[in-house]
């Protein structure tokens, strides 16, 4: 309960709107460049931009242009960038040992990134969805997607992200015991600085439909994803999982998708006090960037509102593909 206050009209809270500067004075919530981690779409190639049908002003880049990407980052005060591969087909098999190898899309790109622009924290993505003939995150088995033996190729494709520079690594698969798995793997390795940043509440979600499209995902995967990632109706199992993985060694953790999961972030944030992080989706980005091409609402101020959510629900910072459009007019 809020402490009473005067009756009306000794208290009209409309005299703090009044003007644009009282109400700079008295806003609760702040939003700047910081608090955005940037996911970016790798390709093969080089000079290649090549735009994504469902997610307009969102493209999948060569390396050399996640390079400039990066350049971009840095000049507007973005610290981190995400980086997810569009793997080619014919290099997607059942026993995704893309997924480890050094010299994969998602790798070259961190070593050139953190070349050119070592400033920049570089987030890769730990799952066997790209990699993956059947486009599931872990290996299918007879029908069923297995957990454990998962566990040890995601380590393996971890270990190779953290040897490429990755400054965080950020499972996205829901498998079981991955977070304690990891964390020990990269300990062994001398990967001591390396952060986990655990997608540890990522719902079973319609929302994801445009990133399958981008990674080239959305032909491949057979059936859906319920069996590890999370039922939408619950709230008390997200906070189970947090209360999991950061048990197990998460430095960080993050709701998905975030719109429609606002609820889960200020929960997780209240009850863990961990830095805590939404994933603004492919499907909430399209929705957004698709009403505001077509002048249904006001596109960038819909986008600027729905991040400035995320911080008033308690999040700490949110992946979004409106990253470089929303610092361009946060900086002026
Ligand atoms: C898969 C992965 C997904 C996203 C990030 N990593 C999709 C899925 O689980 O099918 C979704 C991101 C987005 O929709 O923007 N490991």
Known sequence: MLPSQAPFPATR????????????????????PADFIWPVFVRDGEGQVEPISSMPGVNRLSVDKVVDAAHEAHALGIPSICLFPYTDPALKTECCSEAWNPDNLSNRATRAIKEAVPDIAVMTDVALDPYNINGHDGFVEDGVIVNDRTVEALVKQALSQADAGADIIGPSDMMDGRIGALRGALESAGHTNVLLLSYAAKYASAF????????????????DKKTYQQDPGNSDEAMRLIQRDLAEGADMVMVKPGMPYLDICQRAKQMFGAPTFAYQVSGEYAMLAGAGERGWVD????????????????????LTYFAPAASRILNG
């Open 208 to 223: 994801y439909g445009p990133f399958r499209d981008a990674v080239g995902a959305s032909g491949a995967l057979k059936g």
């Open 299 to 318: 596109g960038e101020k819909v986008m600027l509102e729905s991040l400035m959510a995320f911080k008033r629900a308690g999040c700490d910072g949110v």
């Open 13 to 32: 809270l409309r005299r703090l709107r009044k003007s644009p500067a009282i109400r700079a004075l008295v806003s609760e919530t702040n939003l700047t």
